[in-house]
């Protein structure tokens, strides 16, 4: 189930959920980090505002080495804020409560096996605006992402990479 402008929009095909890739869909979780730093840096406005204020009084702008920065700081912090904004309004939270927990799709945390390897990778499968492959995060836009979605535990996968095929088998699957 998506959550998109208050609607409520159920999906269970594996088909569907390709056709959704090409949105911008989001983790509840990554949509709460993602709101908590728009309301930090908002709180920020005003006290960088103040700082502006203060260097002006100061007197000549153009020698004003505090004003300029306080100046560059609030710009870098309004660019952020109106990037947040805009991915906010994009964004789709996925509701998993209603997938089929038995497959790796949107949101489902797997343990990969590689071919040839005795380590395992685990990996939480996110949208873009959440990837952090470092840190556990990949992306279903991803060719491994792309390769894990729909595909139970057990099976085998294929990945074509830039360095060749790697071959993977799914060994755990967590919601």
Do not use: C
């Not at 890739?21 to 309301?39: A, N």
């Not at 556990?136 to 535990?153: C, D, F, R, Y």
């Not at 060749?164 to 919601?175: A, L, T």
């Amino acid at each position: 189930m998506i959550i998109s402008h208050g609607r409520v929009v159920k999906f269970f095909e594996h088909a569907t959920i390709y056709s959704l890739m090409q949105r911008r869909l989001i983790t509840h979780e990554g949509y709460e980090k993602l709101v908590k730093e728009l309301e930090d840096l908002k709180k920020q406005r005003r006290p960088l505002s103040e700082a502006i204020g203060r260097a002006r009084e100061m007197g000549d702008l153009s020698e004003n080495a505090e004003y300029h920065a306080a100046r560059e700081r609030l710009g870098l912090l309004e660019g952020r804020i109106a990037d947040l904004e805009f991915r906010l309004s994009q964004v789709q939270v996925v509701d998993t409560s209603r997938i089929d927990k038995s497959k790796a799709y949107f949101g489902a945390k797997v343990s990969l096996l590689e071919e040839g390897a005795k380590n395992q990778v685990h990996y939480q499968l996110v949208g873009m605006d959440e990837a952090e492959p470092n840190n556990g995060k990949l992306s279903i836009s991803s060719p491994v992402g792309k390769a894990i979605l729909g595909h139970g535990l057990n099976e085998k996968i294929e990945v074509k990479t830039p360095s060749g095929i790697s071959r993977y088998q799914i060994v755990k699957i967590e919601w």
